[in-house]
């Protein structure tokens, strides 16, 4: 569910993309739908919107949903004020390279990697998995960061917007899927529930 919240504006985004640019009416005003610059407004404001209703509701948001908000308000900003899509081409880079230098920043800082952190509460791992984990969760990151700068820099046309939602969702749901498999051969039961049946 949360995973769906998180590429809720990145739909939206979609979708205005897709539109041939017309001219609409609201509020007195006329404005432009349609086309990159009216489809990162709209991504401005429905992540606004989004991570402020989810602001509301928990009083907090994570880290990571900060940062990536932060980067669309940035980013997408610099976008619209410049009419330049550039800006927001590099958006999906830097937020994977920033999740992978992170993510590589725990294996050697703190008391445990940074998917302890996310997990332990879920699962009981052994020590090495947790940081095997850790360093495939920085290798993941930083192919989707190279994945999305090739899809916006490299390949001619709007192939990166195609790319951003279904590219990164496909890929991702794809790496979670081996995760879970790879999590279920190491799993250690909770010794609590191990004394609970011998009871």
Excluded: C
């Amino acid at each position: 569910m949360k995973q769906f919240i998180d590429f809720l504006p990145l739909i939206f985004f979609f979708v205005v993309a897709k539109l041939d640019p017309r001219q609409v009416s609201a509020f007195g005003q006329t404005y432009e739908l349609g086309g990159i610059i009216s489809a990162t407004a709209i991504l401005i404001i429905t992540s606004v919107i989004v991570y402020g209703a989810l602001w509301i509701k928990q009083k907090s948001l994570e880290k990571s949903q900060m940062f990536t908000l932060a980067a669309v308000l940035v980013l997408g900003s610099m976008t619209v004020m410049f009419r330049d899509e550039t800006f927001l081409k590099w958006k999906a880079p830097i937020v994977n390279w920033v999740f992978a230098v992170a993510f590589l920043g725990s294996q050697f800082i703190g008391q445990k990697p940074l998917i302890r952190h996310m997990l332990s509460h879920a699962m009981k791992l052994p020590e090495p998995v947790w940081y095997k984990v850790n360093l495939s969760w920085v290798v993941f990151f930083t192919l989707l960061g190279a994945a999305n700068w090739f899809a916006a820099f490299m390949i001619p046309g709007d192939f990166w917007i195609d790319f951003k939602v279904f590219g990164n969702l496909g890929l991702t749901f794809t790496f979670v899927i081996v995760q879970i498999l790879f999590l279920s051969r190491h799993l250690q039961e909770d010794p609590t529930a191990e004394n609970n049946k011998a009871e």
